[in-house]
Nanobody, 122 residues
Framework: QVQLVESGGGLVQAGDSLRLSCAAS????????MGWFRQAPGKEREFVAR????????YYADSVKGRFTISRDNVKNTVYLEMNSLKPEDTAVYYC???????????????WGQGTQVTVSS
């Protein structure tokens, strides 16, 4: 059984920074790509960023490119999302995911965390 536990969310002002963490347990972290998604009220869950097992390949949604950075520590089984220059439209519940990246680059989550709320005030 995989457990993904997010932390680091909170209430910040526009322009501030936050760092989310997601700790994985219950099975090996090895080989899995990790990702972050988010869901704003009344909207569908959307992709934010993902990182491969090696950490050499990352991919971001256009809406966060240049502001957010995903990284991972495979010793600690933890993935991070550094969020800078936050905007009110970044307000959402942020979910951590563990999954695989296909040969065509499509990221398919298999396991999900419970989410952490990020609220950005204007």
């Amino acid at each position: 059984q995989v457990q993904l536990v997010e932390s680091g969310g909170g209430l910040v002002q526009a322009g501030d920074s936050l760092r989310l963490s997601c700790a994985a347990s219950g099975r090996t972290f090895t080989g899995y790509a990790m990702g972050w998604f988010r869901q704003a009220p009344g909207k569908e869950r959307e992709f934010v960023a993902r990182i491969t097992w090696s950490g050499r390949s990352t991919y971001y949604a256009d809406s966060v490119k240049g502001r957010f950075t995903i990284s991972r520590d495979n010793v600690k089984n933890t993935v991070y999302l550094e969020m800078n220059s936050l905007k009110p439209e970044d307000t959402a519940v942020y979910y951590c995911a563990m999954g695989l990246v296909s040969s065509s680059g499509v990221y398919s989550p298999r396991y999900w965390g419970q989410g952490t709320q990020v609220t950005v005030s204007s």
